[in-house]
C-alpha cells in the first residue's frame, strides 16, 4: 500500500527489522530516531462504503473562504461568529445512515466543531464560537469525508491565526513553518477498519530527489510506533470496544521532534462497544439508496411514510341523574276534642 514506512517488508523477524532500520537510519543522519514496527501497526483497505463515497466526492472541486473576520484579527472579548463560504461540497448527516460529508472546524486542540447543514439557498455559514482566552489562537477548517480526512484539495483548507485582547506569538508556531493537524473521525465501529487521519500546514514538499527529506511523522498506537513520509491517509485493523490512545509527532528531517505548539499531539480513540451498530460508511458496500442518502442534502426517501392510523373517538356517554321522587306529605291527624257536659241538663 506504500503509505506505511515499511522497511524490507519482506524480513519477517522483528531482529533483523531492527537493525535495518537503524542501519538505515544511520545512514540518512537519523541517529536520535529509535527503532520502530511497522508490523505492529497493520494497515488495512478501506471499508468498501468508504471507498464508494471517496470515489462520489472525489469527482468535486471544494473551495473554502473565510469571509470573516479576516486572518490576524484582534477579537474583543465574549462570543463570536465565524463566517465562511464553502462552495462544490455537500453537507449531510442522515439519521438513518450516519455521517456524510461535512465541515471541521479546530481551534487550537480543542474538540472540532462538525457542520453537517447549511442554509438552503447559499454556500455562506455562520458558525457561533465561544469567547477567546486572552493571547493568540490558531483556527483551521477543512471540508471533510465521512470517516473524518481531509479533501485533498488544499483549496478547500484553512488555516488562520486569531487573538484577544494581546497576541502571544509564542502560543503559535512561526509563520510559514511546518505545523501538524490532526484529524479525527466522528465515528468509530469495534470490528472495522480504523481510519487514522491528519495534514501539515507550511511543509514542503519532499522526496522529489534522493535523499529529499524534510520532515517525518511518528505514529503511535497503544504503544506500537512506525514512522511515516507521505501526507495519505490510513485506515488501521480493528480495535477492541474501549479506549485507545494514538500519538503523532512530527519531527524534522533529521529525526529530532520539532517540539513547536501542535507538533506533539496525543489523542483517544473511543470504540463503541459491538452492539452499536456502526455507521454506513462501514460497509462492504452501499446500496443506491444509501449513497445517495449520504451524498445529497436534499434526499428524500422513496419508501412512503408509515399510516399512522387514528386513534379512536371515545364517546363520552353522560348518564342522566336519577330523578328523586319527593316523599309523599303526610297530612296530620285532626285533633279531637272532647264532647263538653252543660249543667241545665243534670235531673
Known amino acids: 500500500m506504500g503509505r506505511l514506512l515499511l522497511h524490507l ?56 473562504e473565510l469571509l470573516s473576520p479576516s486572518d490576524g484579527s484582534l477579537l474583543p472579548d465574549g462570543p463570536w461568529t465565524l463566517k465562511l463560504r464553502l462552495s462544490d461540497w455537500p453537507l449531510v448527516q442522515s439519521n438513518d445512515f450516519g455521517p ?6 479546530q481551534q487550537d486542540n480543542e474538540a472540532p466543531i462538525r457542520i453537517f447543514e447549511a442554509p438552503s439557498g447559499t454556500n455562506s455559514i455562520e458558525i457561533p464560537m465561544a469567547a477567546l482566552t486572552p493571547g493568540s489562537h490558531r483556527l483551521s477548517a477543512y471540508a471533510a469525508l465521512p470517516w473524518g480526512e481531509a479533501v485533498a484539495n488544499r483549496k478547500a483548507r484553512g488555516n488562520w491565526r ?27 465501529a469495534a470490528g472495522y477498519p480504523v481510519p487514522i487521519n491528519w495534514f501539515l500546514v507550511d511543509a514542503p514538499l519532499q522526496n522529489l530527489k ?3 527529506a524534510h520532515w517525518r511523522l511518528r505514529l503511535s498506537l497503544d504503544g506500537a510506533a512506525s514512522l511515516l513520509q507521505q501526507e495519505d491517509p490510513l485506515w488501521l485493523a480493528p ?8 500519538g503523532l509527532e512530527l519531527l524534522d528531517g533529521n529525526g529530532t521532534p520539532l517540539g513547536a505548539p501542535f507538533n506533539s499531539l496525543m489523542q483517544e480513540l473511543k470504540v ?3 452492539s452499536v451498530a456502526p455507521p454506513a460508511m462501514f460497509k462492504n458496500q452501499l446500496q443506491p439508496e444509501e449513497l445517495e442518502a449520504l ?27 336519577p330523578v328523586v321522587e319527593p316523599e309523599p306529605v303526610i297530612a296530620p291527624e285532626p285533633v279531637v276534642e272532647p264532647e263538653t257536659v252543660e249543667n241545665g241538663e243534670e235531673s
Do not use: C, M, T
Open 162 to 188: 486569531f487573538q484577544r485582547l494581546a497576541a502571544n506569538p509564542q502560543a503559535l508556531p512561526a509563520p510559514n513553518s511546518p505545523q501538524l493537524v490532526a484529524v479525527p473521525s466522528p465515528q468509530l
Open 272 to 274: 463503541p462497544p459491538r
Open 100 to 105: 456524510g460529508p461535512h465541515l471541521v472546524i
Open 295 to 321: 451524498l445529497n442534502p436534499n434526499y428524500q426517501s422513496a419508501k412512503p411514510e408509515p399510516v399512522v392510523a387514528p386513534e379512536p373517538v371515545v364517546e363520552l356517554v353522560v348518564e342522566p341523574e
Open 9 to 64: 517488508q519482506a524480513l519477517r523477524a522483528r531482529l533483523i527489522g531492527a537493525i535495518v532500520l537503524i542501519a538505515l537510519g544511520l545512514s540518512l543522519g537519523l541517529s536520535s530516531i529509535q527503532p520502530v514496527f511497522a508490523s505492529d501497526l497493520q494497515e488495512v483497505a478501506p471499508p468498501g462504503a468508504a471507498q464508494q463515497l471517496s470515489k462520489a466526492l472525489g469527482q468535486r472541486q471544494p473551495q473554502l
Open 239 to 246: 480495535l477492541d470496544p474501549g479506549s485507545h490512545a494514538l
Open 210 to 212: 534522493p535523499d529529499d
